[in-house]
């Protein structure tokens, strides 16, 4: 192959182009892509410097404020229409642009917005995870922003526009909570959403569809945005049918959710318990007084059983404990055995407990346990639950020789967690609880509420509701606890089911199938959340039809992008 390529017009060479500006002269020189490659990073520098460069120095502005905004739209600010607004800038940012410097515009973006929305990463680890973790992620939202240009230009004018930009979001997010170590979904534009108008969409097409919608919504608002600039420039007012005509249909799509029945009724009922024990503090080391905390669980328990018994609160049919509710393995360790026996006693009906177990091996494994009272631990698929998604550097090191060059913290995690899915031919945990095991309780444990597949697994296998147990106590007084939240919320209205998220010190809710919150808890307290919730069997058609609207939505956008690619060079050649 001959070291020759199309050089495309610009200042000097292709430097133009790189800032987002076309050039009347055309040029042609023959150069290789390892040229292109050695030649790429100071010719960005270079025209940044010149006066075609302030318009690329806008664009980067552009992105990373609008990284900035769509932070905004999650959890712990909240401001959830804020959302497409973000999109909507990134989009604006990348019309015109090549696919390299669309790639940078894209990492601006996402490295601003990942800083901001998952700080709690380094609480109490240091920068270093948090940066490390963020410039990740923005790796994928730059390959997206490499593409985003190219969609300005896909075929079938604006449906098409839409389609492919939308698809690219959902794309992004499909590939980023995937890969590598079972990727990290954290951030997806549907998780902004759990009390918006587009969150009733999950019912139909999960978590993919409530993102796509969001980015249709803020590619509408570009597009608006770029009709509206030569309207404006002419002062022609009259002319501003077609931006807000974009605008309408922004507006139009955030609100389609408004139009889907959500139920709120299910054939039958159940009075649960959420005991949230709290722990003696904050940190890494909230398990170094691991008693304290099991004591604490144990004794907000026995207050319920004797309000139980005076008449002061309902019987419960099931008592849920979060993660980490024993850090002391009870199957090896009496004292905490009978601690969790006296308490379960006390209630009269089962106890599902967050423990840490030994084993198997050198490995120890994150456990949903059934206790029963007059009987103790439950065995079997349906009174055990293994977390089958171990969190990466944080419950187990992957290529710990390879990262201790950088941190010696890789060394706090003394001992792997084993995954669920390497114990036991069908690891997926519905538990059967209730004084006659007629509650099916899907366990979801900690980040694994993040995870389209596993929530779907539990509630396809029989769950009539999912309980998410977590425990936030290593990431303080941070936003970590009602981003969580916010995503058992969204899985409640995807999965048609009530979801209990029940973490050691918060924030805690009991959420009906609608996405309603009934019961919430504070931060860093002790509390117990009480609430009679519907029980359904029925599946929802998101949950029917699965990973299929993720599939389906990536292969059209992309189909639109190599299309419109294929398109451009056949007019060139």
Known sequence: MSDSAVVEPGVGTNLGREAGIAHPVKARARRGPVTRLRQAGPALAASLRTSSGRLAWARLLLAGVSGYVLHLAFPGIGIWPLAPVGVAGLAVATRGVSGRFGALLGFVFGLVFFLRLIPWIGIYVGALPWVALSITEALYVAAMGALLPRVWRARGGLPGLLLASGGLWVAQEAVRGRWPFGGFPWGRLAFSQSDAPTAPLASIGGAPLVSFAVAVAGTLLAWAVVKAGPVLRSRAVRQLALPAL????????????????????????????????????AGLDFN??????????????????????????????VVLWPENASDIDPYINADAAAEISAATDAIGVPILIGAVVQGPGDYVSNTGIVWRPDEGAGTGDDSTYVKRHPAPFGEYMPYRDFFRLF???????????????????????????????????????????????????????????????????????????????????????????????????????IILPDGTVVARSGHYTQDVLEATVPLRTELTIATRVGEWPEWILTALALGLVLGTALSRREKTS
């Open 288 to 317: 170094s007084q691991r008693r304290a905390v099991l004591d604490n669980h144990v004794n907000a328990t026995m207050q319920l059983a004797q309000k139980v018994a005076t008449g002061e609160a309902e019987p419960p049919d």
């Open 407 to 509: 941190s010696s913290k890789v060394d706090l995690i003394s001992k792997d967690f084993v995954s669920g899915d390497k114990l036991r031919d069908n690891p997926v945990g519905v538990m059967r609880m209730g004084t006659e095991g007629q509650v099916r309780v899907g366990d979801v444990i900690c980040f694994e509420v993040a995870y389209d597949s596993l929530v779907r697994d539990s509630v396809k296998a029989g769950a009539t509701m999912l309980a998410v147990q977590t425990n936030n106590a290593t990431f303080g007084y941070t936003d970590e606890s009602v981003q969580q939240l916010a995503q058992s919320q969204l899985r409640a209205i995807e999965s048609g089911r009530t979801v209990v998220n029940i973490s050691t010190v918060g924030v805690s809710g």
């Open 246 to 281: 974009g605008v309408a249909l922004a507006l139009a799509v955030m609100g389609l959710g408004t139009l889907i029945p959500l139920p709120t009724e299910g054939d039958s009922t159940t009075r649960v318990a959420a005991v949230q024990g709290n722990v003696p503090r």
